[in-house]
């Protein structure tokens, strides 16, 4: 018994002892992935049908709130919940215009660059024209215009960015998006030729523009006159009234709108306390022109009518009256100096200005009164 206890030890004493057994680290690997595999394939198909179905379950979203918190602000329509023809109708209110002037586009030379600058960086930026897009080139034309319809190069920059390249007047409607269209051009145009031509080549471009457009509102400026006793090659106050006559009756049997500036200057030229460039071409408008431009667009003022002529007692026209009385002889004159002598002494009250040949009613009264005693 003694002897096999001590084998027993003898045998266990020289056996080297038993080593752990190490982990399997790729099989536990391989086991975890499998385990998340299956739970994402199941918590998928609970998510498809909680979606398909009544959208009341584990992962259902509720009051129409994502599941989890976003940076992304939600449409109006997925936030009350509301159908998706409310939620394009409150993509259609949202593309609605904040003002009259938005989504409004100007065209024009250097005239309109003047305005540009005023309801950029003076008084106007305090107005809703302020949201208006202007596209100006100092010396752009309806010659510039035509050439573009038939394929030439663009001349409007729709970024200020060294590359950018010109575009038409056409791609610029295209890419603003415009709604309102307030071209200005004439100026280049009238220097170089004459008003028949002008107005020919405006009329070209603006039937072009409507056909392509036929949901643009289009509105002619005039352009405003110079200086008094100022012109520039075939460019004066005169030709430029010319002009905006002729584009005044285009316009209004076109459909098209007619913003008559010059109409403000009654004298048929710019007054100087208007004028940005005195010593130059005399015809760009400063502050105060601009700002009489500016309010006349808002609907603030409106130039005043031309007064007409007064017709006289015998129907004929005052004007044609005072022709006549200054051909008149020596003896007629006389006659009506004594016939004005006898009415004045018949009467207590002294003459006033309206009763002279230079005022009012008086004049026709005088001009009467010569060709009675003629």
């Given at each position: 018994?003694?002897?096999?206890?001590?084998?027993?030890?003898?045998?266990?004493?020289?056996?080297?002892?038993?080593?752990?057994?190490?982990?399997?680290?790729?099989?536990?690997?391989?086991?975890?992935?499998?385990?998340?595999?299956?739970?994402?394939?199941?918590?998928?198909?609970?998510?498809?049908?909680?979606?398909?179905?009544?959208?009341?379950?584990?992962?259902?979203?509720?009051?129409?709130?994502?599941?989890?918190?976003?940076?992304?602000?939600?449409?109006?329509?997925?936030?009350?919940?509301?159908?998706?023809?409310?939620?394009e109708e409150g993509a259609d209110a949202s593309a609605a215009p904040t003002s009259e002037f938005d989504g409004a586009l100007f065209v024009g030379d250097s005239l309109t660059a003047q305005l540009e600058t005023y309801v950029e960086e003076g008084a106007g930026s305090e107005t809703i024209l302020?949201?208006?897009?202007?596209?100006?080139?100092?010396?752009?034309?309806?010659?510039?215009?035509?050439?573009?319809?038939?394929?030439?190069?663009?001349?409007?920059?729709?970024?200020?960015?060294?590359?950018?390249?010109?575009?038409?007047?056409?791609?610029?409607?295209?890419?603003?998006?415009?709604?309102?269209?307030?071209?200005?051009?004439?100026k280049e145009d009238l220097i170089y030729n004459d008003v028949a031509t002008v107005t020919e080549r405006a009329k070209t471009v603006l039937s072009?523009?409507?056909?392509?457009?036929?949901?643009?509102?289009?509105?002619?400026?005039?352009v405003t006159p110079m200086?008094?006793?100022?012109d520039y090659e075939g460019l004066s106050s005169t030709t430029i009234a010319e002009y905006n006559a002729e584009m005044k009756t285009y316009c209004a049997a076109n459909s098209m709108g007619f913003a008559d500036v010059a109409a403000f200057f009654t004298d048929g030229y710019l007054p100087a306390e208007?004028?940005?460039?005195?010593?130059?071409?005399?015809?760009?408008?400063?502050?105060?022109?601009?700002?009489?431009?500016?309010?006349?667009?808002?609907?603030?003022?409106?130039?005043?009518?031309?007064?007409?002529?007064?017709?006289?007692?015998?129907?004929?026209?005052?004007?044609?009256?005072?022709?006549?009385?200054?051909?008149d002889t020596g003896a007629d004159s006389e006659a009506a100096a004594d016939a004005a002598s006898a009415d004045s002494s018949s009467t207590d009250v002294g003459v006033s200005p309206a009763s002279t040949e230079t005022g009012g009613a008086g004049r026709a009264d005088a001009l009467q009164a010569d060709a009675t005693y003629g």
């Open positions: 018994m003694a002897n096999r206890d001590r084998r027993k030890a003898g045998a266990t004493a020289g056996r080297p002892p038993k080593k752990r057994k190490k982990v399997n680290r790729f099989r536990v690997a391989v086991i975890a992935a499998g385990i998340i595999v299956v739970a994402a394939v199941a918590v998928s198909i609970v998510y498809a049908a909680n979606a398909a179905g009544t959208g009341s379950g584990f992962l259902a979203i509720s009051d129409g709130q994502p599941e989890f918190f976003s940076t992304i602000r939600p449409d109006a329509g997925e936030a009350d919940g509301s159908t998706d023809s409310g939620a302020h949201d208006a897009i202007f596209l100006t080139s100092d010396n752009y034309s309806w010659g510039d215009a035509v050439d573009e319809l038939d394929g030439g190069e663009g001349s409007l920059y729709l970024s200020d960015a060294e590359d950018a390249s010109a575009v038409t007047l056409s791609a610029a409607i295209e890419q603003t998006g415009a709604r309102k269209l307030y071209i200005q051009l004439g072009a523009l409507k056909s392509a457009y036929p949901s643009l509102e289009i509105t002619v400026q005039s200086l008094e006793w100022i208007y004028c940005a460039d005195p010593g130059q071409l005399c015809i760009h408008l400063n502050d105060a022109g601009c700002a009489l431009w500016t309010s006349y667009l808002l609907g603030e003022i409106s130039p005043e009518p031309t007064p007409s002529p007064e017709p006289s007692p015998d129907g004929t026209e005052a004007s044609t009256e005072e022709n006549s009385a200054a051909d």
